[in-house]
């Protein structure tokens, strides 16, 4: 027998997602709190969205409430990592959620058009807690799974996104035609209440002392620590290339001001701006859910297959948003939007395992705010150009959809032109550098 086929025959096989579920406590508790939360974020999107258009008809107010949801990442993220990385993410994440709880309360109080600063104002502040939510809750994951469940836990994860997406855009948009906005907002805040119960019921293992250094200023303020950071992904290119995938991503993702837009202008469904949103966001989501599935039967869960299957998601993304500004019948372009979206979410869940797998524990909570710092701005960016390019230089939907289809195809081909580039030079560094992958220790501390 070959080396590799015994490798492979070694190779113990993947975990299943209900066995994963059933087996790890830990997982299933946070799991089960991305479930009511995301349910709840789902409907007061929707509801937000649907005040802005009726309070002021302008496709910009979207544009800038997008802006207003990716830049609280953009300036926090610094410091977002470093507290994910020294402190306890259990308390990180609660605390997020019962602020976020107050915060999206505040929508309550907006009745006419002169108070929209309100909605920005509120949207900033959901948004900055929601910065230092997610760095914690991605860097803890790999402390609570084994490796050969990472890809099923990330897996699991997207799939419940892009579920409570599919559910919550659709009854979110239900709730907020029918019943009106407020309704949606009141469930939003129960959903990060019930959130934080949750957490607070998961035992994360301790993480490793960190080094005792003397306090200075930029210490303090986590300046050395966050230029430590990025010293640690500057020597390694293959980890910056990793961080680099889902900021790339977000240069397509004006297509969220897009959806709004086609849900009021091109595709209302029974006359109702908030439930032709839903729709469309309904089949983005289903488009999420498919895509990390049948990814992981199709690529499989090497680092190479892999980071090819990242490359083909790229094009997939592209040429179907071209497809879906182009389609004139409502079921072909939900048809195109749900297709697009599988290549999203197979990019998504792929580089973060693999982001995972390559960064030590101490560097993690850093790491990931990078990422969502870098993805929010490309995201704000992208989606702020929408709105201009609608708006002021009067471009219709259809042709900016086409052109972001055809703008999110480079990512793609820039990815498959320096893959070959990058991995070798990783190889050359840590030969240099006697470097070996990262190995997790995992010490119980008693449930902190």
Same mark, same amino acid.
Request: glycine share 10%.
């Given at each position: 027998?070959?080396?590799?086929?015994?490798?492979? *025959?070694?190779? #113990?096989? #993947?975990?299943?997602?209900?066995?994963?579920?059933?087996?790890?406590?830990?997982?299933?508790?946070?799991?089960?709190?991305?479930?009511?939360?995301?349910?709840?974020?789902?409907?007061?999107?929707? !509801?937000?969205? @649907?005040?802005?258009?009726?309070?002021?008809?302008?496709?910009?107010?979207?544009?800038?409430?997008?802006?207003?949801?990716?830049?609280?990442? /953009?300036?926090?993220? #610094?410091?977002?990592?470093?507290?994910?990385?020294?402190?306890?993410?259990?308390?990180?994440?609660?605390?997020?959620?019962?602020?976020?709880?107050?915060?999206?309360?505040?929508?309550?109080?907006?009745?006419?058009?002169?108070?929209?600063?309100?909605?920005?104002?509120?949207?900033?502040?959901?948004?900055?807690?929601?910065?230092?939510?997610? #760095?914690? &809750?991605? !860097?803890?994951?790999?402390?609570?799974?084994?490796?050969?469940?990472?890809?099923?836990?990330?897996?699991?994860?997207?799939? @419940?996104?892009?579920?409570?997406? @599919?559910?919550?855009?659709?009854?979110?948009?239900?709730?907020?035609?029918?019943?009106?906005?407020?309704? *949606?907002?009141?469930?939003?805040?129960?959903?990060?209440?019930?959130?934080?119960?949750? =957490?607070?019921?998961?035992?994360?293992? &301790?993480?490793?002392?960190?080094? &005792?250094?003397?306090?200075?200023?930029?210490?303090?303020?986590?300046?050395?620590?966050? =230029?430590?950071?990025?010293?640690?992904?500057?020597?390694?290119?293959?980890?910056?290339?990793?961080?680099?995938?889902?900021?790339?991503?977000?240069?397509?993702?004006?297509?969220?001001?897009?959806?709004?837009?086609?849900?009021?202008?091109?595709?209302?469904?029974?006359?109702?701006?908030?439930?032709?949103?839903?729709?469309?966001?309904?089949?983005?989501?289903?488009?999420?859910?498919?895509?990390?599935?049948?990814?992981?039967?199709?690529?499989?869960?090497?680092?190479?297959?892999?980071?090819?299957?990242?490359?083909?998601?790229?094009?997939?993304?592209?040429?179907?948003?071209?497809?879906?500004?182009?389609?004139?019948?409502?079921?072909?372009?939900?048809?195109?939007?749900?297709?697009?979206?599988?290549?999203?979410?197979?990019?998504?869940?792929?580089?973060?395992?693999?982001?995972?797998?390559?960064?030590?524990?101490?560097?993690?909570?850093?790491?990931?705010?990078?990422?969502? !710092?870098?993805?929010?701005? @490309?995201?704000?960016?992208?989606?702020?150009?929408?709105?201009?390019?609608?708006?002021?230089?009067?471009?219709?939907?259809?042709?900016?959809?086409?052109? /972001?289809?055809?703008?999110?195809?480079?990512?793609?081909?820039?990815?498959?032109?320096?893959?070959?580039?990058?991995?070798?030079?990783?190889?050359?560094?840590?030969?240099?550098?006697?470097?070996?992958?990262?190995? /997790?220790?995992?010490?119980?501390?008693?449930?902190?």
């Amino acid at each position: 027998m070959s080396q590799v086929v015994k490798a492979r *025959a070694e190779r #113990p096989p #993947p975990v299943g997602y209900a066995t994963l579920l059933r087996g790890n406590r830990g997982f299933r508790f946070l799991w089960l709190g991305q479930v009511v939360s995301q349910m709840g974020d789902w409907f007061d999107t929707i !509801a937000v969205y @649907t005040i802005a258009l009726r309070l002021t008809g302008s496709s910009r107010s979207v544009a800038l409430i997008m802006v207003a949801r990716f830049l609280p990442s /953009v300036i926090m993220g #610094p410091l977002s990592g470093v507290i994910a990385d020294r402190f306890s993410r259990r308390s990180i994440m609660i605390t997020a959620d019962l602020l976020r709880a107050v915060v999206v309360l505040g929508f309550l109080l907006v009745r006419r058009p002169d108070q929209m600063w309100l909605v920005y104002v509120l949207t900033v502040l959901q948004l900055a807690f929601s910065a230092f939510f997610e #760095p914690a &809750k991605t !860097a803890a994951i790999p402390s609570i799974v084994s490796d050969r469940e990472l890809l099923a836990a990330n897996a699991i994860a997207s799939v @419940t996104w892009s579920v409570m997406l @599919t559910l919550g855009a659709a009854i979110g948009g239900f709730v907020a035609g029918w019943f009106g906005t407020n309704a *949606a907002f009141v469930l939003d805040s129960l959903s990060f209440v019930a959130s934080a119960l949750l =957490i607070a019921s998961v035992h994360f293992p &301790k993480r490793p002392v960190r080094e &005792k250094a003397k306090l200075t200023v930029g210490k303090a303020l986590g300046i050395s620590d966050t =230029i430590e950071g990025v010293r640690y992904v500057k020597h390694r290119p293959r980890v910056f290339a990793y961080l680099m995938v889902k900021p790339a991503w977000g240069m397509g993702g004006g297509i969220l001001t897009l959806l709004a837009v086609f849900g009021e202008r091109i595709f209302p469904v029974a006359g109702k701006t908030a439930t032709g949103i839903g729709v469309l966001f309904t089949a983005r989501g289903i488009g999420t859910a498919i895509g990390p599935i049948v990814a992981r039967r199709w690529a499989g869960e090497t680092r190479k297959q892999m980071q090819y299957a990242i490359g083909i998601a790229f094009l997939i993304g592209g040429v179907f948003y071209i497809a879906f500004g182009s389609s004139r019948n409502f079921v072909l372009a939900l048809l195109f939007l749900l297709t697009a979206h599988t290549g999203g979410s197979i990019l998504w869940v792929f580089s973060t395992v693999l982001l995972q797998r390559e960064v030590e524990d101490k560097f993690r909570g850093r790491v990931f705010a990078a990422e969502l !710092a870098l993805l929010t701005l @490309t995201m704000a960016a992208s989606n702020y150009l929408v709105g201009e390019l609608m708006d002021r230089f009067g471009f219709s939907p259809r042709v900016v959809t086409v052109g /972001v289809g055809t703008f999110f195809v480079l990512p793609g081909l820039i990815w498959f032109l320096t893959r070959g580039w990058w991995d070798r030079k990783e190889k050359t560094i840590g030969l240099e550098a006697g470097y070996r992958p990262p190995v /997790v220790e995992i010490i119980d501390d008693g449930g902190r």
